[in-house]
């Protein structure tokens, strides 16, 4: 023997005594041996007598098992504790076949750590062995592939004997009774013998209680459970097996998806109606089978989901096309606000007319006279259409019929802007006052209450169950408590007068004529952010769960990314998404939805901004004469 293979061996040997186990001749390396190992042969000997002192030493002394140093790249820093299971272990079990000391043949464990001695590899199993007749795969670091085979292992005969005994005793016995000697049995038994029983025990506990269920009758069940995924899960859903494809198919969730969005989303909704898909949903199967089938349903999904993701492109892209509705008004120009829906646009004008247009013609329906100033605000629902006017009064019409039916008189001076909902109207005045009013009927409106605080003109209201809030020429945002018309508190920050607010749950927006946009928290009064890009007075505001759109009178209209702005993080100049420029004079009034926006301007026309027709297939289309298209592509 080489005389320093002798130290190295006599200093090993030594250091630390090797502990025996019992029956199956496994033995424990400690970490202390572990550790004076790795040192000493890094440090005091050539690659050559590590591996002549590890074959003849460690491989057949101590049960490790080494591979060819070729089958390892990994690096020296990972001897001997490169895994977190190697490094919380008190010491590691060795694989040992005493029959070859070679390494074609060992075996397989549930858990195998993989250290590495320089460039020898050593497995370590955590666990009793997995299986007694299996031939495994691995594939080491550097890419060649090494057969794992396992021990067999030889049962006595008297085990043999004895266990035919016992399991004639467990047939015997009650399931309590059978349940409670198991119990017995595992609590006797070690950790890595736990491990190998839930190993056994996992796929015995597992069910395809979607397959099980249409075999009992029970398909009704099995489609419930299923039409409760996601596109992708139900995608998933399909590829499992063909029993749980036929219960897709035939149930068809494909559908029940689709309504599901339509019922809950306002985007799914709207692109039904514009689409025309809608007309397949919410209906029952016919009895003569003429209705679509799964697959129509599966492969329209995607195309909505296209669909979806088009529009979200076009607004951040500023792609869209254009529609001009021209007032034509004959006296003064300007249409000061707006409402629209599906089929018409309502209008208020400088002109002292209330005019209602087609939304798909365009063309005027229906004109309606009685003020005697400029029509400055209105909002209608599916009854009555309320407007506000320069002349100080407030006019309730009836929306089909055009007739007026109601004139109410108490500001003195210009009614600024109004809001009705659920039989409760504010109104604002050029008079520094808010009159809140209680409906009962379109003839039956009385005054609840006058709120008075305010130092200039109040330009702008809006209220919900909790809270109505006023902004006014004197700078500040006042908010009062809708049921008991108190002051609340005051939002103080802009540094000029303000022009327009919108508020919804927490969230106030409020335009000024200091060029600024600011969001703030109403039930703290905190300013979350200040958004800057108009270059004149900010004259209306509109937002929504996603983004908030501005038009100003320096005749520009802004989209805003609303998401990122209540986003302390986010850099103030990625904050809008795109300018829009097609008025010609001051932005008055907008509104918009999920596929459009709506604007009116001081240049005496209505543009429609639509974001979900592709303006390339518009422009092929004929176009009408009373229609003119601008298209714009950024």
């Not at 390892?72 to 040992?96: E, K």
């Not at 659920?422 to 005045?429: E, H, K, P």
């Not at 109040?458 to 049921?483: E, L, M």
């Not at 907008?590 to 604007?599: G, M, R």
Request: proline fraction near 3%; hydrophobic fraction near 35%; charged fraction near 25%.
């Amino acid at each position: 023997m080489d005389p320093a293979e002798a130290v190295l061996q006599e200093k090993a040997l030594k250091f630390m005594p090797r502990i025996h186990m019992p029956k199956d001749g496994f033995q424990l390396i400690s970490s202390g041996y572990q550790a004076w190992l790795k040192q000493r042969l890094n440090n005091s000997c050539n690659h050559s007598l590590r591996r002549t002192f590890l074959h003849k030493h460690v491989s057949k002394s101590c049960d490790v098992i080494l591979l060819d140093p070729a089958q390892c790249s990994m690096p020296r820093s990972l001897w001997l504790g490169c895994s977190s299971l190697a490094d919380s272990m008190p010491s590691l079990r060795c694989l040992y076949n005493p029959g070859t000391g070679a390494l074609p043949a060992f075996q397989t464990y549930n858990s195998c750590a993989r250290l590495c001695l320089n460039q020898e590899t050593v497995c370590l199993g955590s666990t009793a062995m997995k299986t007694e007749n299996c031939v495994a795969k691995t594939k080491l670091a550097n890419g060649t592939s090494s057969m794992i085979v396992p021990k067999q292992r030889k049962l006595s005969a008297s085990y043999e004997k004895e266990k035919e005994l016992c399991v004639k005793y467990f047939e015997q016995w009650s399931e309590s009774d059978q349940v409670e000697f198991v119990e017995h049995l595992i609590s006797q038994m070690c950790h890595y013998q736990h491990g190998h029983i839930n190993s056994y025990l996992k796929p015995m506990l597992q069910r395809d209680f979607i397959t099980a269920l249409p075999a009992r009758g029970l398909d009704h069940i099995a489609e419930n459970i299923l039409s409760y995924l996601d596109a992708k899960s139900l995608c998933a859903a399909e590829l499992v097996c063909k029993e749980w494809y036929r219960v897709t198919s035939d149930g068809m969730l494909w559908k029940k998806l689709i309504e599901r969005m339509v019922r809950t989303d306002s985007l799914w909704r709207g692109l039904s109606e514009r689409r025309g898909w809608g007309q397949y949903l919410f209906k029952n199967k016919p009895p003569d089978g003429t209705a679509p089938p799964n697959s129509f349903y599966r492969a329209l999904y995607p195309k909505i989901i296209q669909d979806i993701e088009t529009i979200e492109s076009n607004w951040r892209c500023g792609r869209h096309s254009l529609q001009r509705i021209h007032c034509r008004s004959e006296t003064s120009k300007g249409v000061y606000c707006l409402q629209y829906d599906d089929q018409k646009i309502v209008s208020g004008l400088r002109d002292n007319t209330i005019k209602i247009w087609d939304k798909n013609t365009l063309e005027c329906k229906r004109i309606l006279t009685g003020h005697t100033g400029s029509v400055l605000c209105l909002q209608y629902d599916e009854r009555v259409i309320i407007t506000g006017s320069s002349d100080s009064t407030v006019r309730v019409w009836d929306v089909n019929a055009g007739e007026m039916l109601n004139t109410l008189i108490h500001h003195c001076e210009a009614v600024l802007h109004l809001r009705f909902n659920n039989g409760m109207m504010v109104t604002c005045s050029k008079d520094r006052s808010i009159a809140v009013w209680d409906m009962a009927s379109p003839t039956d409106i009385t005054l609840r209450r006058v709120l008075v605080g305010h130092r200039a003109a109040v330009n702008v209201v809006d209220f919900d169950d909790k809270y109505i809030v006023s902004a006014s020429g004197d700078r500040t945002i006042k908010v009062w408590n809708t049921s008991t018309c108190e002051f609340v508190r005051t939002l103080n920050g802009h540094k000029r007068g303000i022009a327009c607010l919108q508020y919804r749950d927490r969230l106030v927006v409020s335009g000024s004529s200091d060029n600024t946009i600011r969001l703030w928290d109403i039930e703290c009064g905190a300013c979350l952010r200040v958004l800057e890009g108009h270059e004149e007075l900010v004259r209306c505001i509109r937002f929504d769960n996603k983004r908030i759109v501005s038009g100003a009178y320096d005749g520009k209209i802004k989209v805003w990314d609303l998401v990122a702005a209540l986003d302390p993080r986010a850099p103030a100049g990625t904050l809008c998404l795109r300018t829009l420029v097609e008025h010609s004079g001051r932005v008055f009034r907008l509104q918009f939805d999920e596929f459009q926006i709506v604007s009116s301007s001081h240049d005496d026309t209505i543009l429609i901004w639509d974001f979900l027709n592709d303006p390339a297939a518009q422009a092929e289309s004929t176009r009408s004469p009373s229609r003119t298209y601008t298209y714009i592509s950024r």
